[in-house]
T-cell receptor, first 111, second 114 residues
């Protein structure tokens, strides 16, 4: 069964304390892994797409990496404005663009 | 307007009401989606339209009825909803038949069913 699991469910960091979020997946024929950021009461905001193992993408304090079974979202020296829920989604081989989402990691960065 | 817009942003309705959610995408995409997001649960895909044709109806109760009159507009018609249908309803769009599959989301409609 195709499945996406994110851990931890919630993470509290002090400002400047680097950490990583995990997204593990069991899908056949991965055709893309996506990271989104979601602020309370708003729609998910697209961050990164990763297509193959070994690929890395960076944006400001965020860096996403991909292996054959999981992806990490590394947050370097986070700031309070990085507080949000981070969602991971996987597209598997199929007839149309269907994404399976994880439940997300709620990140809180305190000053 | 840019990106994906949704109206209304908030909606409160009784169980016997009929209402509609509207989504419009300004990205030139050819696929549109409805998702339901409940507290602490993953996004649930409800409907997919590709080239204005419904390609997925993810076992959604008939009290939810989608409509896609063209590639830029998507509606979700609601009738005789239940309190457990209260959630954030998100619309998204993407460009199918391309090498990029990112879906871009609207701000959502927060629905409360009394």
């Amino acid at each position: 069964e195709d499945q996406v699991t994110q851990s931890p469910e919630a993470l509290r960091l002090q400002e400047g304390e680097s950490s990583s979020l995990n997204c593990s997946y069991t899908v056949s024929g991965l055709r893309g892994l996506f990271w989104y950021r979601q602020d309370p009461g708003k729609g998910p905001e697209f961050l990164f797409t990763l297509y193959s193992a070994g690929e890395e993408k960076e944006k400001e304090r965020l860096k996403a990496t991909l292996t054959k079974k999981e992806s990490f979202l590394h947050i370097t020296a986070p700031k309070p404005e990085d507080s949000a829920t981070y969602l991971c989604a996987v597209r598997f081989s199929g007839g149309y663009n269907k994404l399976i989402f994880g439940a997300g990691t709620r990140l809180a960065v305190h000053p | 307007e840019t990106g994906v817009t949704q109206t209304p942003r908030h909606l409160v309705m009784g169980m016997t009401n009929k209402k509609s959610l509207k989504c419009e995408q300004h990205l030139g995409h050819n696929a549109m989606y409805w998702y339901k997001q409940s507290a602490k649960k993953p996004l649930e895909l409800m409907f997919v339209y590709s080239l204005e044709e419904r390609v997925e109806n993810n076992s959604v109760p008939s009290r939810f009825s989608p409509e896609c009159p063209n590639s830029s507009h998507l509606f979700l018609h609601l009738h005789t909803l239940q309190p457990e249908d209260s959630a954030l309803y998100l619309c998204a769009s993407s460009q199918d038949n391309s090498k990029r599959f990112e879906q871009f989301f609207g701000p959502g409609t927060r629905l409360t069913v009394l």
